[in-house]
């Protein structure tokens, strides 16, 4: 049998020195684990910045307001995330990222990136947005999303069609079936992408709180409806957006407290104060819930006074766009409630329409004028499509929105 070699005076003199040291750890500050989130009332921001084209200075500086704002959140509270696709010499293609902005705690600002997209990846593609919000909601649960989109559009048009309707016009109609609805710009060297509207809604792949569009002429029945069962609210402009945008240094304050009346209006305001063309702005908050009321309606109106809509004179109609421009031809947004009003409906119809369209409009504004183009004198919160002013291929293009499958606007021949 082997002896044993334990050394009894070792064994104490070792369970002294653990002794104290576990008593010198205990005399130690606790280290304070850190907060969870609140996942059943946590809120998630997604900026979708979408500036592989000639607003990326611009955008770029929104997303530096949004992330050193007073309105960014903890890293244990409500989440901010900003997808982000810097363009680099020539548009060639580049990576594109995904960040988080928090505040640290001694208050400081900062940003951790989460994903980096290849070269290859189209920021202008749906599938690179059903990416970006399903990663959103596996990394974050939470209570609720909300989604703000920052780039160019063009509402409802075709791809390509507000820069040279004349391309399309008078052409064989059935390319109509190639073309895609414009939203977002992704310049790639020689290459323009967007996303069509359908698409962008049907790769939507869960129930967002809010879409706000920090784009132009976003504003339109034919875009809410689209997006209906995919939002409960809609912000957007009728018009244009001047290049400054939306104020990105109050945003994240105003959204994650669900303060988007409150959101609008400090948007308006500040372009209300402002002097000469730069007082210039349209804006309102969507309900969502109120369009198929409000489709049901129209529908009625629009099959019983087709001529008389086909008829209207757009010259006595409200419209957004501008004229005088290097573009070719003019464009196709014209006030939703100016062109019920013009299409002969009787008192009745009008009470029930009006009734319908407060129930969708929770806040609107606009400036008197646009930019030294035009007048705004009536402004009901949408703009829409006016049949007597746009093409055979336009026509055609437009019975494919849902809005129109709705409502009949422009009837099936």
């Not at 304070?32 to 611009?58: A, C, F, M």
Request: hydrophobic share 35%; net charge negative; charged share 25%.
């Amino acid at each position: 049998m082997r002896h044993s070699r334990y050394n009894h005076t070792s064994a104490h003199l070792t369970a002294a020195s653990i002794l104290l040291c576990l008593t010198l750890l205990g005399c130690q500050e606790k280290v304070q684990p850190e907060p969870q989130p609140d996942i059943e009332n946590r809120k998630v921001l997604i900026l979708y910045s979408d500036g592989h084209n000639n607003l990326n200075t611009s955008l770029k500086q929104d997303i530096r307001e949004l992330i050193n704002s007073e309105g960014i959140p903890q890293k244990h509270g409500d989440v901010v995330l900003v997808y982000t696709h810097p363009t680099v010499s020539g548009y060639s293609p580049s990576k594109s990222y995904l960040l988080r902005a928090y505040r640290r705690a001694d208050n400081t600002c900062c940003t951790d990136t989460l994903l980096t997209f290849p070269e290859e990846i189209v920021s202008a593609d749906t599938r690179t947005l059903y990416s970006v919000l399903l990663y959103a909601r596996s990394a974050f649960p939470a209570k609720e999303y909300g989604l703000v989109v920052s780039s160019h559009g063009t509402g409802y048009l075709p791809y390509g069609y507000y820069s040279n309707s004349d391309k399309y016009e008078g052409e064989d109609l059935t390319i109509f079936s190639t073309a895609k609805r414009s939203i977002g710009c992704d310049v790639e060297k020689d290459k323009i992408y967007e996303m069509d509207i359908r698409d962008f809604a049907e790769d939507i792949p869960y129930k967002l709180k809010y879409i706000v569009f920090d784009a132009c002429l976003m504003g339109g029945i034919e875009v809410a409806y689209q997006l209906r069962d995919k939002t409960d609210y809609i912000i957007a402009s009728q018009t244009e957006i001047l290049s400054d945008g939306m104020d990105y240094t109050t945003m994240a304050d105003y959204l994650l407290k669900s303060d988007y009346t409150g959101f609008c209006e400090n948007y308006f305001n500040f372009y209300n104060n402002r002097t000469g063309t730069y007082q210039s702005a349209t804006i309102s908050l969507i309900d969502c819930s109120g369009l198929a009321s409000l489709a049901e309606i129209c529908k009625g109106i629009f099959i019983k006074y087709q001529a008389a809509i086909a008829a209207i004179d757009k010259k006595q109609i409200q419209r957004y766009y501008r004229t005088g421009l290097s573009i070719p031809t003019p464009h196709f947004f014209y006030d939703f409630k100016d062109i019920v009003s013009h299409s002969g409906c009787d008192d009745f119809e009008i009470t029930d329409f009006n009734n319908a369209l407060d129930e969708c409009i929770i806040y609107k504004a606009a400036t008197k004028n646009f930019m030294g183009s035009f007048a705004i004198e009536r402004h009901s919160g949408l703009s829409m499509f006016l049949p007597c002013d746009g093409g055979d291929y336009l026509k055609t293009y437009y019975r494919t929105l849902d809005w129109n499958k709705a409502t009949g606007l422009v009837p099936t021949e």
